[in-house]
């Protein structure tokens, strides 16, 4: 199985801070990545498609960008409700996994 | 308006079995693939297990495969997850989610709201 290793594991940033997350697949999965925005007692919602597409109704400042094993999120300006968990997941086989996830806190 | 509802989630015993329904709505089922993913509490997310649009081809996680089964009821709109033998560590939300093209089994963009099932004597 790919191992989706993601860092930091969590972050404390300022409103109008930039962030930047990060995703390394342990062999090349293309661009078969997506990014997940998890909030508590939601489900997870899609923000990035293809690592680096973004998804109808996400805000732009979320990018994300990278191929083969590298791969990042960043937003460019942390907005309130950005606060939340985020996911990456490969899509490239199976089984799909999902990288351990990076908790966004208020400092 | 596009739609997963699951149910059938709630509390088993070690060892005891569950079937899980995820009703769609608001688009057209048969031609996509489907998904089953959960999430223990406090912790993150992991696949379960998906299906094909004709059931052609499945696929599960390590920690689940010859204990859960998936299906599927195009005349329906459903997705089910059968659950037996069940064991504490599959407590867990259970939410199933629809990738965003009916040809592959890509990027999930939609998914339900999940339901609970825990797994204790």
């Known amino acids: 199985a790919i191992q989706m290793t993601q860092s930091p594991s969590s972050l404390s940033a300022s409103v109008g801070d930039r962030v930047t997350i990060t995703c390394r697949a342990s062999?090349?999965?293309?661009?078969?990545l997506g990014w997940y925005q998890q909030k508590p007692g939601k489900a997870p919602k899609l923000l990035i498609f293809?690592?680096?597409s973004l998804q109808s109704g996400v805000p732009s400042r979320f990018s994300g960008s990278g191929s083969g094993t590298d791969f990042t999120l960043t937003i460019s300006s942390l907005q309130p409700e950005d606060f939340a968990t985020y996911y990456c997941l490969q899509d490239y086989n199976y089984p799909r996994t999902f990288g351990q996830g990076t908790k966004v806190e208020i400092k | 308006e596009v739609q997963l509802v699951e149910s059938g989630g709630g509390l088993v015993k070690p060892g005891g079995s569950l079937r899980l329904s995820c009703a769609a709505s608001g688009f057209t089922f048969s031609p996509y693939s489907m998904n089953w993913v959960r999430q223990a509490p406090g912790k993150g997310l992991e696949w379960v297990s998906s299906?094909?649009?004709?059931?052609?081809?499945?696929y599960y996680a390590d920690s689940v495969k010859g204990r859960f089964t998936i299906s599927r009821d195009n005349a329906k709109n459903s997705l089910y997850l059968q659950m037996n033998s069940l064991r504490a560590e599959d407590t867990a939300v259970y939410y199933c989610?629809?990738?965003?093209?009916?040809?592959?089994?890509?990027?999930?963009?939609?998914w339900g709201q999940g339901t609970m099932v825990t797994v204790s004597s």
């Open positions: 299906i094909s649009s004709s059931s052609n081809y499945i």
């Open positions: 989610a629809r990738p965003s093209n009916s040809g592959s089994n890509g990027a999930f963009d939609i």
């Open positions: 293809a690592a680096s």
């Open positions: 062999q090349g999965i293309r661009n078969d």
